[in-house]
């Protein structure tokens, strides 16, 4: 994985307007990252995006507070899944290390469904039991009513593969 730095005004949007616009500025990140694409960004954080839970996905430049935190703490690697035939390892490094295998079909499923914001009034109890497991294992990003996927999948391994 080579990472490519990009400028990209465009990736804001309406971060912090509603909880689907902030869910879906974090897709963006989390799908430019797993391309191999640190877009450069900055954007006054809302209060609502708790920088600890997406810490693994690419800091807004700017001076100060969470800002300054974030971009402390990123590195590539931090967080994010590989998918197998019928199971997702995920790899998560944010806190405590963890390496989970999802291999129950309705966690499966629900992360998958989960990878753009969806509303938890749409699942159904049993797809509402798995995303309450995964936001337990903080794998889901809540905000209101909606989540969203937070690890990105590793598609290639970076270079140097020991960085990871």
Same mark, same amino acid.
């Given at each position: ?5 990009? !400028?990209a005004?465009?990736?804001v ?25 640190v ?51 995920? !790899? ?17 499923d ?44 590793? !598609? ?9």
């Amino acid at each position: 994985m080579t990472l490519t730095p990009d !400028k990209a005004d465009d990736l804001v949007g309406a971060l912090g307007e509603r909880p689907e616009d902030t869910l879906s500025f974090v897709r963006r990140l989390r799908d430019h990252l797993a391309e191999g694409v640190v877009p450069a960004w900055s954007h006054e954080l809302p209060a609502s995006l708790n920088w600890e839970m997406v810490c693994h996905l690419p800091p807004p430049s700017g001076e100060g507070g969470d800002a300054d935190r974030w971009r402390r703490r990123f590195r590539i690697g931090l967080c994010y899944y590989r998918q197998g035939p019928g199971f997702i390892q995920v !790899k998560d490094l944010r806190e405590e290390p963890a390496t989970l295998l999802l291999d129950d079909p309705s966690v499966v499923d629900v992360f998958v469904r989960c990878l753009g914001p969806t509303s938890l009034r749409q699942l159904s109890a049993d797809e509402a039991a798995a995303a309450e497991a995964l936001l337990n294992e903080r794998l889901l990003l809540r905000l209101g009513d909606f989540v969203v996927t937070l690890p990105y999948r590793m !598609k290639r391994w970076p270079i140097p593969a020991y960085a990871v």
